[in-house]
C-alpha cells in the first residue's frame, strides 16, 4: 500500500494521482469511475430503490438475485441508449470504455442530475431487450438476424425513447405494460430497419457509425419517435 498526503483543498489532485498512476497497470476504465461521488451518490439511492450498484469490476456482489444488481458499466450502456443523443447509443455499440474515459460523454451520463430510478428502468428495459433479441436470432435470419445482433443498443435508445424520460423518472408510473410490450416492438423495428437496410452492408459495421445509424432510422421512419 502506498500513502500520498494531499495537502487540504487538493482533493482533485488525489484523484488524478490514483488515475494517472494506475493507467500503467491492468484496470479497467470503468473503475475510475470509483473516484466519482456521484457514482457514490447512486449507490446510495439504488440502495434505497432495493438495488445493489456494483462499482468496481472486482467487486463480489452480496445479492443472490441478479435482477437487483447493477454494475457501473450496464448503468452507462443503459444511460448511453436511454440518451436523447443516438451517438451515445453508437458509441455504446463501437467502444464501451469512451462511456467512461471520454469525459463530456461520461459527464453527460453520470452527473448531479442522473436520477436513480430512471437508471434502474433503463437497465431493467435493456436486459428486457436483450433477452428478447436473443430469442429473436434464433428465429430470423440474413439481414433481420444481424440486426438482432449489431442493432441492439440503436433498438434499445429506439425503446426507451419511446418510453420517454419523464415515464423513466415517475415513480407513479406503471412500466408493467411498457415491459411486455418490448418483444412486439422490437419485431416492428426490425422489420422497418430490414426494409430500408443498404445492400451489401454489414450490420457490424452499420450500427458503429452515428451517421450511418441516423439515416438508417430516418429512413425507417424511427428517428423522430427515438429523439422524443
Known amino acids: 500500500m502506498r500513502c500520498i498526503e494531499v495537502p487540504e483543498g487538493?482533493?482533485?489532485l488525489g484523484q488524478n494521482i490514483t488515475q494517472y498512476a494506475n493507467t500503467q497497470n491492468e484496470v479497467s476504465s470503468q473503475d475510475f469511475a470509483f473516484l466519482d461521488s456521484e457514482?457514490?451518490?447512486l449507490v446510495r439511492e439504488l440502495g434505497v430503490l432495493d438495488f445493489e450498484y456494483i462499482l468496481r469490476s472486482a467487486e463480489v456482489p452480496q445479492s443472490v438475485d441478479p435482477s437487483r444488481i447493477i454494475d457501473v458499466r450496464d448503468a452507462a450502456v443503459a444511460l448511453a441508449?436511454?440518451?436523447a443523443s443516438v451517438g451515445h447509443s453508437v458509441l455504446a455499440k463501437r467502444e464501451v470504455s469512451r462511456l467512461f474515459s471520454d469525459t463530456a460523454v461520461y459527464?453527460?451520463?453520470?452527473n448531479p442530475n442522473t436520477d436513480p430510478l430512471r437508471l434502474s428502468r433503463a437497465v431493467e428495459v435493456m436486459r428486457i431487450v436483450d433477452q428478447a433479441l436473443d430469442q429473436m436470432e434464433t428465429e430470423v435470419e440474413g439481414v433481420a438476424a444481424g440486426i438482432a445482433v449489431h442493432g441492439r443498443r440503436t433498438l434499445a435508445h429506439c425503446v426507451l425513447r419511446r418510453i420517454g424520460d419523464s415515464r423513466?423518472?415517475?415513480p407513479e408510473a406503471d412500466l408493467a405494460g411498457d415491459y411486455a410490450a418490448v418483444p412486439d416492438e422490437l419485431a416492428q423495428y426490425v422489420d422497418k430497419i430490414t426494409a430500408v437496410f443498404p445492400d451489401n452492408a454489414y450490420p457490424g459495421n452499420v450500427f458503429k457509425?452515428?451517421?450511418r445509424v441516423s439515416s438508417l432510422l430516418t429512413e425507417a421512419g424511427l428517428l423522430t419517435s427515438a429523439a422524443t
Open 10 to 12: 487538493e482533493e482533485s
Open 39 to 41: 457514482q457514490h451518490r
Open 81 to 83: 441508449c436511454a440518451s
Open 107 to 110: 459527464k453527460a451520463l453520470f
Open 168 to 170: 423513466l423518472s415517475d
Open 209 to 211: 457509425n452515428q451517421s
